[in-house]
């Protein structure tokens, strides 16, 4: 009997879902939007109930051609939000407003910028494990800020707090266990080779979420299980009714969605030796989307000062994984275009020729490249330079204070210097990533390819300029949806087909092409990249001076 197997993925404004053969091969997806809440600016909500209505419509969409009882195991991935539910399990609110329906903290949520700022300060030994100071996004300042905050509205009356993913899991088949890489990777769950598991009481003691302790920490989780691990008995009576599977339909262990996006992506082939017998610690997964993360794998625990891990299993089973990231990406570049003057102008042209506006100002770059006669569309940001930091450094600054930054600006205001901007801003996304690829490998890693998934792994120019930056190979998946892939990989471990991830990965990933770095721009990238490292030193003198007292200047 052929055998399905369905992935879903929460990402940060819509919920998609994709049914998958044993082969890795996509038969059909769906997608649905959720809705985001902006109460306060750096604060965003979500509805957990939102969420789970929209994973019930895209699973019942993508099976309404197939015979359900094939259908042999569903996997989730989802964001690091943040779930808040009371003693009865029903939403309670995270947010000012006092609605209950709001009951998500989202991922790129900064409100708890002072509280993350304290348990920095405090330099807990357990922050060595990401990269040496907890990002506000992480979920423990989070909880901080609620109990600060909200105390009688949320604190008191909430019973669990969940990551997204295991939010997911719970509501599929009522088991109250959480993913090993959810709590290692955002809240601080310590797990390593030689099988020791748990929670730091003096961590939580110390930042005053000591009362967490009770019940051996039975609101954030204490049964933790391993990605694609089978979750329960498989899906409970209610939410088999509501997603239109048959009940005790096997679902793993979940995972984050930039995970699920290296699961699906860095098992795929390219058939060339020089690439596909390179093991897994040698490549780095770019997860490209609203923000993007950067993520590689070791045999040993390898510490980057200002890059989150190493997490032991996090994604793939028995190897430590190190997690860079940027924070605002997919979300910087559209704030460029959007925002630019000439965007109105631009995207009625595009709209004219048919084109996403990405492609439409990729053939601008050419077409002004040509006419200046420059070997190279990179030759055209000489003298505009970007630096990315619009939504603070995840890594490898850990500084979520940094801005970000412009230098070059003319009076010109046409579609061309909308062009050279928008190229100057994946520029710097990609100089980051070389930032980010250097501080790995000066600490023990070792990088020799990139693998690419994501919305912005689709614009060519976004890829080929990482790839001559970094000076790696980057390898493009063939399969169109590896997000979901990883997500369906979850499934079908825990169907018990595969005995590991590895084996999933290895028949379920597919194939990929490699795209080369172009050597002749090699020279310029290098200036350019000095350009992008004196940006932000230039950045921290500013603070200084502003900093400082009047007398002392």
Same mark, same amino acid.
Request: proline fraction near 5%; charge should be negative; glycine fraction near 8%.
């Given at each position: 009997?052929?055998?399905?197997?369905?992935?879903?993925?929460?990402?940060?404004?819509?919920?998609?879902?994709?049914?998958?053969?044993?082969?890795?091969?996509?038969?059909?997806?769906?997608?649905?939007? /959720?809705? /985001?809440?902006?109460?306060?600016?750096?604060?965003?909500?979500?509805?957990?109930? *939102?969420?789970?209505? $929209?994973?019930?419509?895209?699973?019942?969409?993508? /099976?309404?051609?197939?015979?359900?009882?094939? !259908?042999?195991?569903?996997?989730?991935?989802?964001?690091?939000?943040?779930?808040?539910?009371?003693?009865?399990?029903?939403?309670?609110?995270?947010?000012?407003?006092?609605?209950?329906?709001?009951? !998500?903290?989202?991922?790129?949520?900064? #409100?708890?910028?002072?509280?993350?700022?304290?348990?920095?300060? &405090?330099?807990?030994?357990?922050?060595?494990?990401?990269? @040496?100071?907890?990002?506000?996004?992480?979920?423990?300042?989070?909880?901080?800020?609620?109990?600060?905050?909200?105390?009688?509205? =949320?604190?008191?009356? $909430?019973?669990?707090?969940?990551?997204?993913?295991?939010?997911?899991?719970?509501?599929?088949? &009522?088991?109250?266990?959480?993913?090993? =890489?959810?709590?290692?990777?955002?809240?601080?769950?310590?797990?390593?080779?030689?099988?020791?598991?748990?929670?730091?009481?003096?961590?939580?003691?110390?930042?005053?979420? *000591?009362?967490?302790?009770?019940?051996?920490?039975?609101?954030?989780?204490?049964?933790?299980?391993?990605?694609?691990?089978?979750?329960?008995?498989?899906?409970?009576?209610?939410?088999?009714?509501?997603?239109?599977?048959?009940?005790?339909?096997?679902? +793993?262990?979940?995972?984050?969605? &930039?995970?699920? +996006?290296?699961?699906?992506?860095? +098992?795929?082939?390219?058939?060339?030796?020089?690439?596909?017998?390179?093991?897994?610690? =040698?490549?780095?997964?770019?997860?490209?989307?609203?923000?993007?993360?950067?993520?590689?794998?070791?045999?040993?625990?390898?510490?980057?000062?200002?890059?989150?891990?190493?997490?032991?299993?996090?994604?793939?089973? @028995?190897?430590?994984?190190?997690? +860079?990231?940027?924070?605002?990406?997919?979300?910087?570049?559209?704030?460029?275009?959007?925002?630019?003057?000439?965007?109105?102008?631009?995207?009625?042209?595009?709209?004219?020729?048919?084109?996403?506006?990405?492609?439409?100002?990729?053939?601008?770059?050419?077409?002004?490249?040509?006419?200046?006669?420059?070997?190279?569309? %990179?030759?055209?940001?000489?003298?505009?330079?970007?630096?990315?930091?619009?939504?603070?450094? #995840?890594?490898?600054?850990?500084?979520?204070?940094?801005?970000?930054?412009?230098?070059?600006?003319?009076?010109?205001?046409?579609?061309?210097?909308?062009? =050279?901007?928008?190229?100057?801003?994946?520029? $710097?996304? &990609?100089?980051?990533?070389?930032?980010?690829?250097?501080?790995?490998?000066? %600490?023990?890693?070792?990088?020799?390819?990139?693998?690419?998934?994501?919305?912005?792994?689709?614009?060519?120019?976004?890829?080929?300029?990482?790839?001559?930056?970094?000076?790696?190979?980057?390898?493009?998946?063939?399969?169109?949806?590896?997000?979901?892939?990883?997500?369906?990989?979850?499934?079908?471990?825990?169907?018990?087909?595969?005995?590991?991830?590895?084996?999933?990965?290895?028949?379920?990933?597919?194939?990929?092409?490699?795209?080369?770095?172009?050597?002749?721009?090699?020279?310029?990238?290098?200036?350019?990249?000095?350009?992008?490292?004196?940006?932000?030193?230039?950045?921290?003198?500013?603070?200084?001076?502003?900093?400082? #007292?009047?007398?002392?200047?």
């Amino acid at each position: 009997m052929e055998a399905y197997y369905i992935g879903v993925d929460v990402g940060t404004s819509s919920v998609r879902a994709g049914l998958f053969t044993s082969l890795g091969r996509i038969v059909t997806t769906a997608v649905k939007g /959720i809705k /985001i809440w902006e109460p306060e600016p750096e604060y965003y909500e979500q509805s957990s109930e *939102d969420i789970w209505n $929209a994973c019930c419509r895209t699973v019942q969409e993508i /099976i309404k051609n197939v015979d359900v009882n094939k !259908v042999q195991g569903l996997g989730f991935d989802a964001t690091c939000s943040l779930v808040a539910l009371d003693v009865q399990c029903q939403p309670i609110t995270v947010s000012p407003s006092g609605d209950n329906c709001r009951n !998500v903290i989202m991922w790129m949520d900064h #409100r708890a910028k002072d509280q993350a700022a304290r348990i920095n300060t &405090a330099g807990h030994p357990v922050l060595k494990y990401v990269g @040496g100071n907890i990002s506000l996004e992480m979920e423990t300042p989070k909880l901080l800020w609620l109990k600060e905050n909200m105390k009688m509205q =949320c604190w008191d009356k $909430a019973e669990h707090f969940f990551d997204l993913p295991d939010f997911l899991t719970w509501r599929s088949t &009522a088991s109250l266990s959480r993913s090993l =890489c959810s709590l290692v990777c955002k809240w601080t769950y310590q797990a390593d080779a030689e099988g020791q598991n748990g929670w730091s009481d003096s961590y939580f003691t110390q930042t005053g979420l *000591d009362d967490l302790l009770k019940d051996n920490y039975a609101k954030i989780g204490n049964d933790v299980k391993s990605p694609g691990q089978a979750c329960g008995v498989g899906l409970s009576a209610a939410a088999a009714a509501e997603l239109g599977l048959p009940p005790a339909t096997p679902v +793993g262990t979940a995972i984050l969605d &930039a995970h699920a +996006g290296g699961l699906g992506t860095i +098992g795929c082939t390219v058939g060339e030796p020089s690439v596909d017998n390179l093991p897994l610690e =040698c490549r780095l997964a770019l997860i490209c989307g609203t923000s993007t993360c950067h993520m590689g794998v070791s045999r040993e625990a390898i510490f980057v000062p200002g890059v989150w891990g190493p997490y032991y299993s996090a994604m793939v089973p @028995g190897l430590w994984l190190t997690e +860079g990231g940027q924070s605002a990406t997919g979300k910087l570049v559209d704030h460029i275009v959007e925002t630019h003057v000439s965007f109105p102008v631009a995207k009625a042209k595009a709209k004219e020729r048919g084109q996403h506006i990405f492609s439409f100002l990729n053939d601008v770059l050419q077409e002004l490249a040509r006419d200046e006669g420059l070997p190279s569309i %990179a030759e055209l940001t000489r003298d505009l330079h970007v630096w990315p930091d619009f939504h603070g450094n #995840r890594s490898p600054l850990a500084d979520p204070t940094l801005k970000g930054m412009i230098s070059g600006l003319t009076l010109s205001a046409g579609v061309d210097s909308l062009a =050279c901007l928008y190229l100057a801003t994946v520029q $710097a996304l &990609a100089y980051g990533t070389r930032h980010i690829i250097e501080s790995m490998c000066k %600490a023990g890693h070792t990088t020799k390819v990139l693998y690419a998934c994501g919305g912005l792994s689709k614009n060519e120019v976004f890829v080929q300029t990482h790839a001559d930056i970094t000076g790696l190979p980057v390898v493009l998946p063939e399969q169109s949806e590896p997000v979901l892939l990883g997500a369906a990989i979850l499934g079908a471990c825990a169907s018990g087909v595969f005995k590991t991830i590895q084996d999933a990965m290895t028949q379920m990933c597919g194939k990929g092409t490699a795209l080369r770095p172009n050597k002749d721009t090699e020279s310029y990238h290098s200036k350019k990249y000095r350009v992008f490292l004196s940006m932000v030193e230039h950045q921290k003198e500013y603070k200084k001076i502003m900093n400082a #007292r009047v007398d002392s200047i």
